[in-house]
């Protein structure tokens, strides 16, 4: 399978735990990206990486958040001291760099729930 | 405030319907992409739209890019249950971070058998 993979699909955790989610881009993009989704919404943008370095955040994500990319292929988001309210599904996808085109393909994202 | 103000929220139709969804922005992009979600599951992208007119069709979809380029449509001819899913446009305007996805909010649309 070529396309994005992340892992792992689903995860539940109790509240203050920290979790970390494994992002695996396709092979030839070299631009990363991170989102989060709550139900029936679009996705909202957390982060971006092109190659390994990290070029915007979103206030969205919070100190708690980090996000690294440390070799410009695979990419881990951590979350410490988890929150009720950090339920959501994270997404991943990739793309190529491009001016014109911000085409991205997404993994099948992670489904966490703070319980 | 959102960038990409999608219509309507929520469509419910029956099976040989046909539907129109539309994306609209106050913004000027340099490209849109439409995707199509299923519940569990991420966004595949059905078609990205760059020239300002441009009309493009996916079997009995199609997508439209307006001039300005501010503003995209999504038609489906007679609907089946497969197409229900979550609706999605995305898109990077010019003047933002260059390759910043932002998304709209989404059309949920249920075909009924």
């Known amino acids: 399978d070529t396309g994005v993979s992340q892992d792992p699909r689903h995860k539940i955790t109790k509240r203050g735990q920290n979790v970390t989610f494994r992002c695996d881009p396709i092979?030839?993009?070299?631009?990363l990206y991170w989102y989060r989704q709550t139900l029936g919404q679009g996705p909202e943008f957390l982060t971006y990486?092109?190659?390994?370095?990290?070029?915007?955040k979103s206030r969205l994500l919070s100190d708690r958040f980090s996000a690294e990319r440390p070799k410009g292929s695979f990419s881990t988001l951590e979350i410490q001291r988890t929150e009720q309210g950090d339920s959501a599904m994270y997404l991943c996808?990739?793309?190529?760099?491009?001016?014109?085109?911000?085409?991205?393909?997404f993994g099948q994202g992670t489904r966490l729930t703070v319980v | 405030t959102q960038l990409l103000e999608q219509s309507p929220q929520f469509l419910s139709i029956q099976e040989g319907e046909n539907l129109t969804v539309y994306c609209n922005s106050s913004?000027?992009?340099?490209?849109l992409q439409w995707y199509r979600q299923e519940p569990g599951e991420g966004p595949v992208l059905l078609v990205t739209?760059?020239?300002?007119?441009e009309v493009k069709k996916l079997k009995r979809l199609t997508f439209q890019f307006g001039d300005a380029r501010k503003d995209s449509s999504l038609h489906i001819t007679a609907a089946q249950p497969g197409d229900t899913g979550l609706y999605l446009c995305?898109?990077?305007?010019?003047?933002?971070?260059?390759?910043?996805?932002?998304f709209g909010q989404g059309t949920i649309l249920t075909v009924h058998p």
């Open positions: 996808a990739s793309s190529l760099k491009d001016r014109d085109i911000a085409e991205a393909f």
């Open positions: 995305a898109g990077a305007a010019r003047g933002t971070s260059y390759g910043k996805l932002t």
């Open positions: 739209v760059v020239t300002g007119g």
């Open positions: 990486f092109q190659n390994e370095a990290q070029l915007e």
């Open positions: 913004s000027v992009f340099s490209s």
């Open positions: 092979s030839e993009h070299n631009r």
